[in-house]
């Protein structure tokens, strides 16, 4: 039966060019591409580890994926591609922030640069862009700067795609080369909306967690590498270490399931009217906590998938210094709003954060306990 968008029109197969269709995001995505459309997914990437399991030729939809290793800075092919395709999503960055301010230009030139030619090829083939922006470009709250008592009215601290105000800090504090990058991508993507009509959606990940996110250090990544919070934490967690809170863990957050995310950004693929000229927040604001909070979460959750006592799991406060070195800041809390994505879209997330730990563990559970096991037995020199 044919697929019908939100307006009841049938939605055309589609050609996508993925640019870092090979990281967490892309990977789920063409899983949801292949299982449950007839859009066919042309992936870039430095890497296909994470959709190898999609890439054997016997499976039914091996005619609808291909996958094109490439770096975007330095490959012409890139053009060719985002003419040939309908749509082009750019998933492209340098996105960990242990980067950000100690490998400032590979976060600038990643994020920003890089984009560039991306959003001229799609603004001279009159393409359109699907660009994954950060809910980071909004900074610190409003509400961080005022005394207590103010910081409770969410006029200080919901973030707005088309209200909120971006807040970072000074250039020596070089955690916001991300989120600066970031925002110029915006801007330009704008710009060129304004000036040459690209037909843009921008979308500002919150903190989407799940299956395949990132590495664990000394398994599948650098033994020195610093990944996003979920996986530092279940590397501490399968290796027994009690898990760092990096300035006690005040900071808060709020979580999405990436199944819900994806969700999303699909409505998005598949109702263009509704989704082009919008810049929207996906995230679940009903998953808000602090660091610690997710931390006591994870501990209990690693507890029940693995069968280790609660008790033998522990935290521990590192400064933020000692954590990712001079320069980093934090954002202090991040909540969507989200009347554009509800009004155009008609989204919302269904997934609650201790659901979703539950899942996520039991998959890093299943994944790396082994190899741990492993590398812990063997005797150190
Ligand atoms: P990821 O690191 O898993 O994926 C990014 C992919 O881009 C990687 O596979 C990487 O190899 C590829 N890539 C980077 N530079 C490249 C280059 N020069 N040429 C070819 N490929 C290149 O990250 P992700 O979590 O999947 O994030 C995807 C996008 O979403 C990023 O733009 C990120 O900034 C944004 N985002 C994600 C989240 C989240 O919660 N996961 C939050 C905010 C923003
Ligand atoms: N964090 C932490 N311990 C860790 C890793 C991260 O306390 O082992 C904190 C980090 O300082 C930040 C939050 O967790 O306040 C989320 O960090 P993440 O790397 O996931 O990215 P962010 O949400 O800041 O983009």
Redo the contacts with the bound molecule.
């Keep these: 039966m044919a697929r019908v968008n939100l307006d009841g029109n049938s939605i055309p197969m589609l050609a996508i060019c993925m640019i870092g269709g090979g990281g967490f995001i892309g990977s789920h995505l063409c899983e949801k591409l292949m299982a449950e459309t007839n859009h066919k997914a042309v992936v870039v990437d430095v890497s296909s580890e994470k959709i190898n399991h999609l890439l054997d030729r016997s499976l039914p939809w091996a005619h609808r994926i291909e996958f094109h290793q490439m770096n975007i800075k330095s490959d012409s092919r890139l053009e060719t591609l985002v003419q040939t395709t309908d749509l082009t999503i750019n998933l492209a960055a340098i996105y960990?922030?242990?980067d950000y301010n100690t490998r400032p230009l590979d976060t600038i030139f990643g994020n920003f640069i890089d984009a560039i030619p991306v959003i001229k090829y799609c603004t001279e083939n009159n393409k359109r862009l699907i660009h994954f922006s950060?809910?980071?470009v909004y900074g610190k709250t409003i509400g961080s700067f005022l005394p207590e008592e103010y910081r409770q009215d969410p006029k200080y601290f919901m973030l707005k795609e088309d209200v909120t105000p971006c807040i970072f800090g000074p250039v020596e504090k070089q955690r916001w080369s991300y989120a600066c990058a970031k925002q110029m991508t915006d801007r330009l993507i704008y710009a060129e909306h304004a000036e040459n009509g690209l037909k843009f959606t921008i979308v500002r990940p919150y903190?989407w967690i799940g299956p395949r996110m990132d590495f664990i250090p000394g398994v599948d990544g650098p033994s020195d590498g610093?990944?996003?919070?979920?996986a530092?934490?279940s590397n501490?967690l399968l290796r027994g270490e009690p898990?760092?809170?990096?300035?006690g863990?005040?900071?808060q957050?709020t979580f999405l399931y990436i199944k819900d995310a994806i969700d999303a950004v699909a409505l998005m693929i598949d109702n263009p009217e509704r989704a082009n000229g919008y810049i929207f927040n996906v995230g679940n604001p009903d998953n808000e906590v602090s660091?610690?909070e997710?931390?006591e979460l994870m501990i209990k959750a690693y507890a029940k998938v693995s069968g280790a006592p609660a008790s033998s799991l522990s935290t521990v406060d590192?400064s933020?210094e000692d954590?990712?070195g001079k320069g980093?800041d934090?954002?202090d809390r991040?909540i969507p709003d989200m009347t554009i994505i509800t009004k155009q879209l008609a989204w919302k997330p269904k997934t609650l954060l201790e659901e979703l730990l539950d899942v996520t563990l039991q998959y890093q559970h299943k994944t790396y306990s082994r190899a741990i096991e492993r590398e812990l037995s063997k005797p150190s020199n």
Excluded at 243 to 247: C, S
């Design positions: 960990t922030p242990a950060t809910c980071e903190n610093v990944p996003r919070v979920l530092c934490f501490s898990l760092k809170l990096v300035d863990g005040r900071s957050r660091v610690k997710l931390a590192v933020a954590f990712y980093y934090d954002s991040r």
